[in-house]
């Protein structure tokens, strides 16, 4: 079902109202916002709600359609006058928090983004919560009093399989009656045997989030007043292990918190036996009490060091905190050479704003730079931080967002989706790495920006906002030279260090002249062995995992490739498996061509995982890892390998872009790009500023202490434009660039809306996407581009064509939202049928 249909799915629809205090004469009724991919707000009755009072931002059980229980979010509570539109409506089931689990603030935001990146505000919803504060029913089939097994030579093969294991399980969900029968789809079964009145369906709603409880040590009724305490500790002062424990628990109680049994005997090195005094004596009691899932942050913490700002950072701090000064502050532009101790000035920004008893959102691109954030953080501000990323726990999810919400937690390091949590006192953003890629989210929807959603955020709640990096995108740095940010610049590396020498590597000449070993050049060899002689390490960027990125039949040619996706298979060595890095389809069959049936695959190309087998071979003494999404899958990998590569048990790294941002290693002097020609070489408007961010964010990685940084890029085209802007400042690269956008009408000098039509059938989806495209270009003309196959035309044996829209910055991007919506609806009102599906992405990268 596409977004933009409006299907009544059972109860009443109204519009998105941005008011949420309405209030006159009638029936009290409410808008429910549900986490399901329409655009509608559904609304139900207010009676009967028992002892849980409904309220904005709480969370209640709904019926919709027929099967069908949500856990929804209350939008807005009015009155109806109509009593007959009243009487329409079906009532909520249930109130499922005592307190709002979603701020006002939230939902404005929730509107505007589904607004702006054309989804339904439910989308937004289902991306927002952490799946334990989501719900829907699971579907069961049951028994009636009728007893089909009674007369079961009237029954098929499979009605009688099914009626057993009915019988024998009490019911059934809808997978296990597929497994039962084996079949795809047992829709049509279900009703035939449910019109017969042998089965009834039922929704069950089970909340996915419990509380975890465990039994916890607290201090006796009589125990918490605290003249009895003080008798107490008299009375066992000649027992010091009995003291210990007293001392350990009454001191969490004082702080209102609770210790395990557990996590006592943990401190004190003694067994339970030990404990057991003090519960003969009724001094202390066991209680089951709800405990944290949250991971314990302190062994992030350092030992902590003054930060001592240099002159350059002073004055960016003083320049950036008398911009902030007004009543309305710009979104501030930090431009800062990498390794210029930008976090530095983050950290005093974010003293300021606890000074102001505020929170404050730290935002970065990719969990493998949280590690180290954290570290400073942690070291800076203790347990008042948080931590929101896709790797923890759906559990964990939930126990930040309601620290986030009732303020426990003032400081979050998390990825794009931590815009989302719902801060009460917010009151600085700072987006790290601004111009990266990652924080555009892709698939499913919403596909939002992450730092333009916090733009957004800060300009409507009032509040700073920090946009961070060594190269801005190109739409930032032009909004500050035309004045919409405020430009802060840090020139210079901190710490007296100084920026690395970059070598372009001509790998062309390199094997004409036969000085190449492999992938490595002798340049790059020789400077690897200098460097690890020194007791230095070393980061080789190569841009493609796996072993080896397809192999090649050497006797028909035949190059396996997925069933579902139109991409050849990935050869990963480790697991001895073909893989589709789109749809996840796995082949064992490395060995055998399918076609010639002959024993002669070919690997062609070399992925991180053949690079690391190589470069263990040339150096067999020095500890070599790799940092890819393959070896980064368990919830503590990237950490721990961060971990061990700082503590430099690892003297060489390898990884794909996740080695490029952000990192800072203080014994790091080289790192290597082993093929540049892969940046280079991708048909895309932003090829040349990726590339540029990407080489240049990575050449930071080196020699970032006292120590002399090199940097080596290998390249079959060492001609290129891209290394002659290496060498020189950003300023040079944007006036070159932003030349060519200007000239091609790119952004920042248009807006793009790119419509992706999915089918899966190829020529229906082929003709489908010339009837609207044609329709399309009566309102946008040559701002059209396509329809067209992309690069990859069928993923998940979904076929895909693009359409691209180049608006112009005149065109109010409102006005283009609203004609195309109603595109969209013209075009399903004339279709033969709602099966082609539209998927948006506004400002796409």
């Known amino acids: 079902m596409n977004s933009l249909e409006n299907d009544n799915l059972g109860a009443n629809t109204t519009p998105f109202l941005e008011n949420l205090n309405v209030s006159a004469l009638g029936f009290r009724v409410a808008d429910i916002l549900l986490p399901i991919p329409q655009q509608a707000i559904f609304t139900y009755r207010l009676e009967d709600t028992g002892e849980l009072q409904p309220e904005v931002g709480k969370r209640v059980l709904v019926q919709l359609g027929k099967n069908k229980l949500y856990a929804g979010v209350i939008l807005k509570i009015y009155q109806e006058s109509s009593l007959e539109r009243y009487e329409e409506l079906k009532n909520i089931k249930e109130v499922l928090d005592p307190e709002p689990v979603v701020t006002p603030q939230l939902l404005g935001l929730y509107q505007w983004v589904a607004e702006y990146y054309l989804c339904g505000v439910g989308e937004v919803l289902r991306a927002s919560l952490p799946l334990g504060l989501k719900g829907e029913s699971t579907i069961f089939v049951v028994p009636t009093e009728i007893d089909p097994l009674k007369n079961s030579e009237k029954l098929s093969d499979k009605e009688y399989i099914f009626f057993q294991a009915l019988q024998a399980k009490g019911n059934l969900t809808l997978q296990e009656v597929q497994t039962v029968l084996g079949i795809a789809n047992p829709q049509n079964f279900i009703k035939k045997q449910k019109e017969r009145g042998w089965i009834e369906l039922q929704a069950v709603y089970k909340p996915k989030y419990k509380p975890k409880m465990e039994n916890c040590l607290i201090l006796a009724p009589d125990q918490q007043i605290q003249e009895n ?20 628990v009454a001191s969490a109680w004082l702080q209102k918190k609770v210790l395990t049994e557990k996590e006592v005997c943990q401190k004190l ?12 004596q009724k001094i202390l009691q066991v209680e089951k009490v709800p405990v944290e899932r949250l991971p314990d942050l302190s062994f992030h913490q350092k030992h902590k060091k003054d930060i001592i700002l240099t002159e350059k950072q002073v004055q960016a701090l003083n320049e950036i905190r008398s911009a902030l000064n007004t009543s309305s502050p710009k979104p501030i532009l930090l431009h800062g050479v990498t390794g210029s101790g930008k976090t530095h000035l983050y950290i005093e920004l974010i003293k300021d704003c606890l000074v102001q008893e505020r929170q404050a959102l730290y935002l970065l691109p990719e969990i493998g730079l949280t590690k180290q954030i954290i570290d400073k953080l942690v070291t800076e501000f203790g347990e008042i931080v948080g931590v929101y990323h896709s790797k923890i726990s759906q559990a964990e999810r939930v126990e930040t967002w309601k620290k986030v919400l009732s303020g426990l937690y003032r400081v979050i390091i998390g990825v794009r989706s931590s815009i989302f949590l719902p801060f009460s006192e917010l009151g600085l953003i700072i987006v790290d790495e601004e111009h990266d890629g990652s924080f555009k989210q892709y698939d499913p929807a919403p596909r939002y920006h992450a730092r333009d959603t916090a733009i957004y955020y800060a300009h409507k709640l009032g509040i700073p906002i920090i946009l961070g990096s060594a190269t801005p995108s190109l739409e930032s740095f032009t909004n ?3 004045g919409r940010y405020h430009l802060v610049s840090l020139n210079q590396r901190a710490l007296e260090a100084r920026l690395p020498q970059i070598e372009i590597i001509d790998m062309r000449a390199q ?9 490595f050049s002798d340049v790059l060899l020789k400077a690897m062995k200098e460097t690890l002689q020194k007791g230095e390490q070393i980061i080789l960027f190569h841009n493609r995992r796996g072993y080896s990125p397809y192999l090649v039949c050497q006797n028909c040619g035949y190059t396996p490739k997925c069933l579902y996706c139109d991409i050849s298979l990935t050869y990963h ?7 589709c890095h789109y749809c996840g389809y796995v082949d064992s069959n490395t060995m055998r061509c399918r076609q010639c049936k002959e024993y002669a695959f070919k690997h062609e190309g070399i992925g991180t995982e053949r690079l690391e087998e190589q470069i263990q071979e040339l150096f067999p003494n020095y500890q070599t890892v790799r940092l890819d999404t393959d070896t980064t899958r368990t919830k503590n990998a990237t950490q721990n390998l961060i971990y061990r590569f700082e503590r430099q048990e690892v003297q060489i790294l390898i990884g794909t872009q996740m080695v490029t941002k952000g990192l800072d290693f203080e014994n790091v002097t080289l ?6 020609d892969r940046l ?23 020699g970032r202490s006292h120590k002399q940084g090199r940097v080596i890029i290998q390249t079959m085209n060492p001609d290129h434009k891209i290394f002659e802007l290496l060498q020189l400042p950003y300023q040079d690269f944007y006036e070159y660039e932003i030349l060519q956008r200007k000239k091609f009408l790119y952004p920042p000098y248009s807006r793009l809306v790119r419509i992706e039509m999915q089918h899966k059938d190829k020529i229906y989806l082929e003709q489908q996407a010339q009837i609207f495209g044609t329709e399309l270009r009566k309102e946008f003309g ?9 690069m990859v035309a069928r993923i998940k044996s979904i076929y895909r064509m693009q359409i691209l829209l180049k608006v112009g910055k005149t065109l109010p991007s409102t006005y283009v939202r609203g004609l195309l919506k109603e595109k969209i609806q013209a075009y399903y009102n004339n279709a033969p049928n709602h099966t082609l599906k539209f998927v948006f992405d506004v400002d796409p990268r």
């Open 229 to 248: 305490l003080q008798k107490t500790f008299e009375k066992i002062s000649k027992n010091s292990t009995l003291t210990s424990i007293l001392q350990l």
């Open 269 to 280: 090195g003694i067994t339970a036996a030990k404990i057991r005094p003090l519960y003969e």
């Open 480 to 482: 500050a030279k035309q």
């Open 511 to 519: 094997i004409r002249n036969r000085l190449s070993h492999g992938l």
């Open 573 to 579: 060595k480790k697991d001895k498996q073909l893989k």
């Open 671 to 676: 790192v290597a790009v082993i093929q540049a």
């Open 680 to 702: 280079l070489n991708f048909p895309d408007f932003r090829a040349l500023e990726n590339a540029y961010q990407v080489l240049t964010q990575f050449s930071g990685r080196a």
């Open 782 to 790: 040559t701002a059209m581009l396509g329809p067209v196959y992309p």
